[in-house]
Nanobody, 119 residues
Framework: QVQLVESGGGLVQAGDSLRLSCAVSGRTFSRYAMAWFRQVPGKEREFVAAIRRMTYYADSVKGRFTISRDNAKNTMYLQMNSLKPEDTAVYYC???????????????WGQGTQVTVSS
């Protein structure tokens, strides 16, 4: 069984930076595609970024967010720069076979971490 635990969320001001982490249990971390999604109340979960050998980003975060992974540490990261109030959401990490933007394609999810950006 694979377990994912996010950390690093918090309250920041517009223009600030945050780095989220996703620690993954299990010995097969390097085989998984990993992704970040985010969700605000009343809306569907939204794709943010994904990584396997290459990286993929939603247009809304391209140039501001950077996804990365450290296979030796079984950890994925999301460096978020130039944060905007519209980035406020609960951020979830996910693991699956392919780096896709569809939530249905991911098998494992973390519990989420809140990111709040004040104006």
């Amino acid at each position: 069984q694979v377990q994912l635990v996010e950390s690093g969320g918090g309250l920041v001001q517009a223009g600030d930076s945050l780095r989220l982490s996703c620690a993954v249990s299990g010995r097969t971390f390097s085989r998984y595609a990993m992704a970040w999604f985010r969700q605000v109340p009343g809306k569907e979960r939204e794709f943010v970024a994904a990584i396997r050998r290459m990286t993929y980003y939603a247009d809304s975060v391209k140039g501001r967010f950077t996804i990365s992974r450290d296979n030796a540490k079984n950890t994925m990261y999301l460096q978020m720069n130039s944060l905007k109030p519209e980035d406020t959401a609960v951020y979830y990490c996910a693991a699956g076979l392919y780096p896709e933007s569809n939530t249905q394609r991911y098998d494992y999810w973390g519990q989420g971490t809140q990111v709040t950006v004040s104006s």
